[in-house]
């Protein structure tokens, strides 16, 4: 059994940020469940461009408000608390903050190693390591 609290995440190597991002690693893939699990804060305002090209996601808002707009239909959904999307055909999106950060619960399969960050395509690497 794995137990994991995000206040002991704080500060450390699973703590990582990039621009206009900040992401707690709570599970990697050396934990070998199959998958990673993230919390991510977008700060108000924000603005994200990614594509998971290599990887599936998954994402619940527990907090704050913003929006995604999916790159192939130019479609924009609200977000807000309780509010579930899934990036399941590698979909390429922009992701925005709204009036409040919003804090988002993240599921990422092939799982990522822990210190990943976007490509200048918004995606992150695939892993090539042996397990």
């Not at 599970?27 to 108000?44: Q, R, V, Y």
Request: proline share 4%; glycine share 12%; aromatic share 8%.
């Amino acid at each position: 059994m794995k137990i994991v609290r995000v206040g002991d995440i704080i500060g450390t190597e699973r703590e990582v940020h990039g621009p206009g991002w900040t992401s707690r690693r709570m599970l990697l893939k050396k934990d070998g469940m199959g998958f990673s699990f993230h919390e991510t804060i977008i700060p108000a305002g924000g603005e994200l461009n990614l594509w998971y090209k290599y990887h599936l996601e998954a994402v619940y808002c527990v907090a704050g408000n913003g929006t995604i707009t999916d790159k192939a239909t130019g479609e924009t959904h609200d977000i807000s608390d309780g509010t579930l999307y899934a990036l399941d055909k590698h979909d390429q999106h922009t992701l925005r903050g709204g009036t409040e950060d919003m804090r988002l619960i993240c599921a990422f399969n092939p799982p990522v190693t822990g210190q990943e960050v976007h490509d200048e395509d918004g995606a992150y690497l695939p892993d090539t390591s042996e397990d």
